[in-house]
């Protein structure tokens, strides 16, 4: 199983990012799937999660309003829009997959598959 995050970089405070995320090694349609930041010196926190439909979302209170995850099950990809960015929203991007049963439901830990990060750093 391999998930490849790409699209972080340097940007200026309220600008906006695109993150990719893409899945291969597993069947993505039967997974949720989720992003975890982790700014330096701090731990892993989770951002976003959305159910393997698409249909059910979950949002860090920190990140609600400002951040817009999908998915595309035809292409085996991830997506995480950013906006409004904060120079706080600097960290390392990781994407994660959890596949299940249950086509309606989000989850915000359980992660089995994790991808190896793309670097966000917000200027202010």
């Known amino acids: 199983v391999q998930l490849q995050a790409s699209g972080g970089g340097l940007v200026q405070a309220g600008g906006s990012l695109r993150l990719s995320c893409a899945v291969s090694?597993?069947?993505?349609?039967?997974?949720?799937i989720a992003w975890f930041r982790q700014a330096p010196g701090k731990e892993r926190e989770f951002v976003t999660a959305?159910?393997?439909?698409?249909?059910?979302?979950n949002y860090a209170d920190a990140v609600k309003g400002r951040f817009t995850i999908s998915r595309d099950n035809a292409k085996n990809t991830l997506y995480l829009q950013m906006d409004s960015l904060k120079p706080e929203d600097t960290a390392v991007y990781y994407c994660?997959?959890?596949?299940?049963?249950?086509?309606?439901?989000?989850?915000?830990?359980?992660?089995?598959?994790w991808g190896q990060g793309t670097l966000v750093t917000v200027s202010s």
């Open positions: 959305i159910s393997r439909g698409g249909g059910n979302r």
């Open positions: 090694g597993l069947t993505f349609g039967n997974s949720a």
């Open positions: 994660a997959a959890r596949p299940t049963t249950n086509g309606n439901t989000y989850y915000n830990t359980g992660y089995a598959y």
